[in-house]
Structure formats: C-alpha cells, structure tokens
C-alpha cells in the first residue's frame, strides 16, 4: 500500500495544529456556530442525536494492521468499543467527544490516517474495487490512479467550498464493484487496442434524492490528462453549480440542466486552457506511485492441489464448504482466494465491528493477508490474499470471532445507514428495520434457494443505505411524526445500473417482514430456473410483486 | 476597509468600494480618488476606466471573470466577493484571471474574509485580504501560513509535488 513520506506526514501535522486550533478558537467562543461547521465537517465531525460522530478517511478502502489496532484503540479509548464500517469504505466513531478529537487525529497520524474531507463540501475519499489488484476480472489494478486523485483533490485550494459534497469512484474490472454510475465522476479505467490505459469519464451520477445514472462526456481520455480534466470538471462545476438549494446543489443537477453534451463541451473549453500544464502526469510520476501496490510476496503454489484438498475439508466441515462457497472468491494469482469476513451476523448493527474484534482482525490480516485489510462498500472486511492452504485454520478463527456469516451477497448481507439511532438527519430508523429482517430470514438454505438478493435501507432520503440501487430497497419516511417505510424494486449498482422503483403507499415497520416475505414469494413463484431476483422482476415487471403486496393485504 | 493585509502585514488602504446601488457620478471621478466600482457600472465605460491607475473592479460571487478577459494588463486592482466564506466561486474565479488571463495586478479577497480560508486564497492567486471587522488580523496572517506543503499545483506552486518528489 501508499507509503507516507516526509511530505505526507509535515502535510499532517500541519493539519492537525490546525484543527486544534479552529476547535479551540469555537470552544473558546471565538468561531461560531456556522463559522465552526464547515471546518468541522471537512474533517468528518457531525454533530448526531446523541454525540458527535468522527468519520476517519480509508482512501480506497485500503489500510494496514497498524492502523486497524490504532483504530482499535480509538474505539477503546475515545469510544464505547466499537466503530462502523461505511460504504465509502471509511470508518466511523460514533461516541467520540468534540474536545477529544484533535487528540484522536494526532493518535490517527502516528499511522498516517487522518479526517480530512470525510465530509463538508469537498471532493471526499475517492473509492474503488474492495478486490483492486487481486481479481481475476481485472483490467489494471485501479490504485494507484486512486492515490494521485487523494493528492491532487486533498486541500485543494480551490475546491475546498464546493456548492456541494464531490464523490469520485474508480472502475478497472469487468463486473463493476465500486458503483461508478452512481458518483458524481465515475472513471472507468480500459486499455485501449495497444493495451494503454485509457479513461472513460462518466459524470452525474448519485443517489439521495434524485437518482441519477452517470453519463459518459469523455471517452479513451489518456491517462497523463486525467488530473487536468478532473481539475476542468471541478473548475466548472464550482461556478455553475446551484448554490441557492442544497437539494439541487450536485452535480447531476447541473449536468442534467445543461444537458451532459453542452456540459462536456464547458468542460472540454476549460480543459483547453489547462491541458498539457504541469499537472499533467508523467511516467515517473505514475510508476513511482504504482511501485507501492505491487504484491510481491506471493509464494508458487499448486493450485489444483489446493483445491483437492479444500474438497476433502468440505465433506468433513459442511459449514466450511458454505462459507467457501459464498464468502471466498476467486484470486489472480494460483493457490490464493479472497476472503470477505462477513459484518452482518443477525443482531448486530450492519457494518459495526468492536475493539476486540478490530484488534483480532488485524491478527488475521498479520497472520494470513500480508498485514493488509480493505473496507467494502457493502460494509464488510476483505482479507485479500489468503493463501488456500490457510482457508481452513483462517475459518475456524473467524467462526470464534463471528465473522464467518456465509451471507455474503444474499438478502440477510444488508446495507444499512446508522439512521434514526444515530443520525440527525434521519427520518426513521433502519438498523431494526435490518434486524427485523435478518430474524425473519434466518434460514441460510432459504436465502440460497433465493439466490443473490441486495437489500438496502436507507433511514432518510440523503440515501446513504443505496436504498434506490437495492434489488430490494427499503427508505423510511417520516408522516407526521411517525416512522414508515417505502419499499422500492429493481434497482442495480453494476454496469446495467438501474434505480428502483417505488412499489406503493409505505408500511409500518412492523409490517415491514411480512412484506418482503410476499415480495420473495411472488419471486419464488414466477421465476424461471436460476433466475435471479432482479431479472425476474426485469422480466415480469412491478405489477404481480404490486398486486401481491396491496391486493392481498388490504 | 480598515484591516487590509498584503505581503503577511497589516496595511493601510486608500481604496474605497462603490457599492452596487450607490449613485456615484462616474463622470466626475477625481484623479485623487481611489475607487473600487462593481463590474457593471466598470463595464459602462470599460476602455476608459481599464486605462486609470485609480480605477478598480470588484466582481460579485456571481460575476464570472471573462467581461475582464480583454482588460487584464492595466487593471491596477481587481476585488473579488465572498458575501459567505462557504461560497467558494470566487477561487475558480481568482485561479482563471491569474492563469486564463495572465492578470498580474493586485488581486484582493472581499466579505467575509476569514482566517481558516486565507492559505486557499493565497494558493488561488490573491495577493491583499480585507479581513472582516470583527477579526484580529494578525490571527488571519498566521493562517496564510498554516501549510508549508501542498500536494496539487496552483497560481502559488504551478508544479505539482509529484513532479518535485
């Protein structure tokens, strides 16, 4: 992974004399309120329902045993025992107090982690792939272009107070696992018929309240413009972006109002005056950045020994065999596999994970992954490069850990927002909504038999659950005062990206498990052979889940 | 305009702003006053008022740069304002006077001109701060030095630091 060197860690220090700082200045009554906010979100500090929240940056979701003990210890000492994993790959605090926190960044710097841009009006943590550099349906591995976007947009001077919040994602592989249609700039990395790297810039896309889909306005950008252009983008959306309605603040507004031709063509004007300056990428500069994601340690292995043996390990351990079916994948290099250790056993807030539990994961990661760990958009931990020979023992330790959930991908591996328990910003809860759920569907068969179902739950319209990208999405809303639930069908996060659709009137939330229950019903009985959820709805449209959920009911 | 900060001090300032709706004669302007005039009464005599040494420009949040484009070389003051520090156009906008139009003259931040923004002004091209009233200046001149490094280029450092690694 990125190394720091002695100009990321001055760059952090600085940060963190300057934060202190701004929190004395407001504490000391200096700063006010609203002067105090924009500073204290650009360094991911909500104030919630209860207590502010501390969002620590993991760029690309990609960071060390170190520092996962550091975190750890955050949630120890500054927290109640645990943090949460987000689908933007960070970590979040829940319980930190607002004095406490320039003393959490400086124990965050010690292992090069920081807050800057989790939140605030800014160009926030660039995502991609949670299995960047080690899946087998990879172009290129995506990271390395992720670490020149975190420079070049960190502290950007003059992106710093955008009309709104600014969500790049990175696409390299043939199934699409970072939802670049759904960002506000998608880049698709492709190679060219040469093989050279070439860019595909999508932008407008985002969820909250209006879904949109990401459109292409620059196809084959090579790869040494990709700075300039991203800079020509931004420099046009900083002066034409709504700034009179936050709800009409983003991006995909913009484009949208522009429509994404004439967009382009401001952004292609603009990037005429700026293409070719000294931002533009050099070969050294890209190698020595590409130096740090090189995985060099991988041993040669037999494969197809492996895989024997695995198979005689099934017969004895048939839970073995489930979770290798459905949280192991496959590897580029022979005799390796993918581990995603699965957050969301029933009963536990989806993506939380304790101190203890942090601390032995960075274990697993030092004993079997090389010392490297990755956050997953879908709120899970991935340990990358797990030699087959270690799957078992590594089984067994997550058992003892309960991180060994072989849900990964099905209705119960829900993505969830903190919502109404946490959230000021929430109009309902959604992590008893999850549960509620997990309970009801708690036979794993039975969710097999389903096949791979997204559930996603949203507590407010911000849409950080990916309620409209769900293949089933759940939003809570609030009438009159009370808390209801609106169920949509359909939507896609991948490359045939879709966005759901509402079924009807919302529920209570009582009512909410019998509901999805009648929607896995009507799947079950109108699907054809292996089938899945969201294709036979493609096929059969909204109409029989509608009729079987309203007319039944009423 | 009482705190002015350029080149890291305190300075006086004998420029007076004109504001939007003032009723000032423009064609009685006195070669001794020092007059910073919205864009659109600047614009009602643009070939004349570019060429005066005490003739500036002030551009609101929503007043892009481009009316100054052809103007750039004898403007002695150009003013930008940020009616809230959060409306951050005015950056685009310093950036495209200092590297689209090569403008060289004084460039100064107007409003609600904060300590914690004045390392992103600097960086964006503007050389004078008229820091708000109610502010300790000396506070904001420590701000313009709470970085000494900075990964991406701007009108400061043009090279980025990947290039000086």
Redesign the interface.
């Known amino acids: 992974m990125y190394k720091y060197?002695q100009?990321d860690h001055?760059?952090l220090k600085?940060?963190i004399?300057?934060y202190r700082g701004?929190t004395q200045r407001y504490l000391d009554g200096e700063l006010s309120e609203e002067?105090f906010l924009?500073?204290r979100l650009q360094n991911g500090l909500y104030i919630q329902r209860l207590a502010p929240m501390l969002r620590v940056a993991v760029p690309y979701g990609l960071y060390s045993s170190a520092q996962m003990r550091k975190l750890a210890h955050i949630a120890r000492h500054y927290d109640k025992g645990y943090a949460h994993v987000s689908t933007r790959q960070n970590f979040q605090f829940n319980w930190p107090r607002l004095e406490d926190v320039p003393d959490i960044l400086q124990e965050l710097s010690e292992v090069g982690m920081h807050a800057i841009q989790t939140s605030g009006?800014c160009i926030r943590n660039t995502t991609t792939d949670e299995y960047a550099g080690v899946a087998v349906d990879e172009i290129e591995d995506p990271r390395p272009w992720c670490e020149?976007v975190r420079?070049?947009?960190?502290?950007?001077?003059?992106?710093?107070?955008?009309p709104r919040k600014f969500k790049i994602a990175f696409c390299a592989s043939d199934q699409d696992r970072a939802a670049f249609l759904f960002h506000d700039i998608g880049v698709e990395l492709i190679h060219n018929d040469e093989g050279h790297t070439r860019f595909n810039i999508f932008v407008g896309g985002g969820l909250g309240r209006t879904p949109i889909i990401g459109q292409l306005i620059k196809p084959g950008l090579h790869w040494q413009h990709l700075?300039t252009y991203l800079e020509a983008i931004l420099?046009v959306y900083?002066?034409l972006g709504r700034?009179d309605n936050k709800y009409k603040a983003r991006i995909k507004i913009l484009v949208k109002a522009m429509k994404p031709e004439n967009f382009a063509a401001r952004v292609e004007q603009e990037w005429q005056?700026?293409k070719d300056?000294?931002?533009t990428?050099?070969e050294d500069?890209v190698d020595?950045?590409k130096k740090f994601f090189i995985e060099s340690q991988y041993q040669s292995l037999d494969d197809s020994a492996c895989n024997r043996e695995l198979a005689s390990y099934r017969i004895e351990e048939k839970h073995f065999g489930a979770w290798l079916d459905k949280n192991v994948r496959p590897h580029k290099q022979a005799g390796y596999a993918i581990v995603t250790l699965a957050l969301k056993p029933t009963g536990i807030a989806p993506g939380d994970v304790t101190d203890v539990q942090m601390d032995s994961i960075a274990d697993l990661a030092d004993k079997y992954s090389g010392g490297l760990l990755r956050n997953t958009h879908k709120q899970n931990i991935v340990l990358a490069d797990v030699k087959k020979t270690d799957l078992l023992a590594l089984w067994k330790e997550c058992v003892a850990l309960n991180l060994a959930t072989p849900n990964l991908g099905y209705l119960s591996d829900t993505i969830c927002c903190p919502g109404g328990d946490y959230c000021a910003l929430a109009n309902a809860k959604s992590i008893p909504i999850a549960e509620a759920i997990q309970r009801r569907f708690s036979d794993l068969d039975y969710l097999y038999d389903l096949g791979p179902i997204d559930l996603n739950i949203s507590g407010c319209m911000n849409a950080c659950g990916h309620h409209h990208v769900g293949h089933i999405g759940i939003l809570g809303v609030d009438k009159k005062g009370r808390e209801f639930y609106q169920v949509s069908l359909g939507g896609e996060m991948g490359r045939d990206a879709s966005i759901g659709k509402i079924l009807g009137p919302s529920f209570s939330q009582k009512e909410i498990p019998e509901i999805i229950e009648k929607l896995l019903d009507t799947y079950v009985a109108l699907r054809h052979p292996e089938e899945s959820f969201v294709d036979t709805y493609r096929r059969v449209g909204i109409a029989p889940f509608k009729e079987n959920v309203y007319v039944k009911a009423g | 305009m009482s705190k002015l900060v350029k080149d890291q001090q305190l300075v006086n300032d004998q420029w007076q702003l004109v504001e939007k709706d003032s009723t000032i004669d423009l064609d009685s302007i006195a070669d001794s006053d020092f007059l910073l005039l919205p864009l659109g009464k600047w614009l009602s005599s643009a070939d004349d008022f570019s060429q005066k040494k005490n003739i500036g420009v002030w551009l609101d949040s929503d007043e892009?740069p481009e009316p100054l484009a052809g103007f750039c070389k004898s403007i002695p003051l150009i003013a930008i304002n940020f009616p809230v520090?959060?409306?951050?156009?005015g950056?685009?906008?310093a950036?495209?006077l200092r590297?689209?139009y090569h403008y060289e003259g004084e460039l100064r931040a107007i409003g609600d001109i904060?300590r914690?923004?004045m390392?992103?002004?600097?960086?964006?091209g503007f050389s004078s701060f008229a820091i708000r009233d109610d502010r300790d200046s000396s506070s904001a001149i420590e701000g313009l030095n709470?970085?000494?490094?900075?990964?991406?280029?701007?009108y400061d450092t043009?090279?980025?630091?990947?290039?000086r690694?």
Not at chain 1, 151 to 161: D, G, K, N, V
Not at chain 2, 158 to 163: E, G, I, N, Q, Y
């Open positions: 060197d100009y001055q760059l600085e940060r004399a300057q701004q002067e924009p500073l009006n020149l420079q070049w947009s960190t502290f950007h001077p003059e992106f710093a107070l955008l700075i420099r900083n002066q700034r005056h700026i300056n000294e931002s990428l050099t500069a020595a950045v | 892009a520090f959060s409306d951050g156009r950056y685009s906008y950036r495209t590297e689209h904060l914690d923004q390392h992103f002004y600097q960086r964006c709470d970085f000494s490094v900075s990964y991406q280029a701007a043009p090279t980025p630091l990947f290039r690694r």
